[in-house]
């Protein structure tokens, strides 16, 4: 009985390889497919020597716990991002800010997650990211005074 290799499997979920293109493709999308799917296959294969490599030489390396984390990592990021991101559409958009509606259709939350979705530590990183100005509102307690979450 053959088993399955760990490895290969996750480099299977975390870089698929690109659908093909239908027979209807013309010359361009096909040549724009076989870059992408070039890039993927370096991806893949950088991927692959990484996860190997952690494995053979980390002790007590769980590549599927590691990739886990990795994805979780990823998906706090992207909810910071999203954070900052109505922040600044809330707090700095002139001359008036984006509707509440608006942005959750846009996030996939509802009004009252949106109204809730950031704090003043993030209108503070938003301005300070784009040295945009605050107009809506003040921020309290002001940054010197060690505004924290």
């Known amino acids: 009985m053959a088993t399955r290799d760990i490895v290969t499997?996750?480099?299977?979920l975390t870089h698929p390889l690109p659908d093909p293109l239908g027979a209807d493709a013309d010359d361009d999308q096909l040549d724009g497919w076989d870059a992408w799917t070039r890039e993927v296959v370096q991806d893949r294969?950088?991927?692959?020597?990484s996860l190997r490599e952690s494995w053979d030489h980390v002790d007590d390396y769980d590549p599927l716990?590691?990739?886990?984390?990795?994805?979780?990592?990823?998906?706090?990021?992207a909810e910071k991002r999203m954070r900052?991101?109505?922040a600044y559409g809330r707090?700095?958009?002139?001359?008036?800010?984006?509707?509440l509606d608006d942005l959750?259709?846009?996030?996939?939350?509802?009004?009252?997650?949106?109204r809730t979705a950031y704090d003043d530590k993030e209108i503070a990183e938003a301005a300070r990211l784009t040295g945009a100005k605050l107009h809506?509102?003040?921020?309290?307690?002001?940054?010197?005074?060690?505004?924290?979450?």
């Open 104 to 114: 959750a259709r846009a996030c996939g939350m509802s009004i009252s997650g949106v």
């Open 136 to 149: 809506r509102r003040t921020i309290w307690p002001p940054e010197s005074e060690g505004a924290s979450r």
């Open 84 to 86: 900052l991101l109505i």
């Open 45 to 49: 294969e950088r991927h692959e020597q």
């Open 91 to 99: 707090e700095f958009v002139q001359p008036r800010p984006y509707k």
């Open 9 to 12: 499997d996750l480099v299977n």
């Open 65 to 77: 716990l590691d990739e886990i984390s990795a994805a979780r990592a990823a998906m706090v990021a």
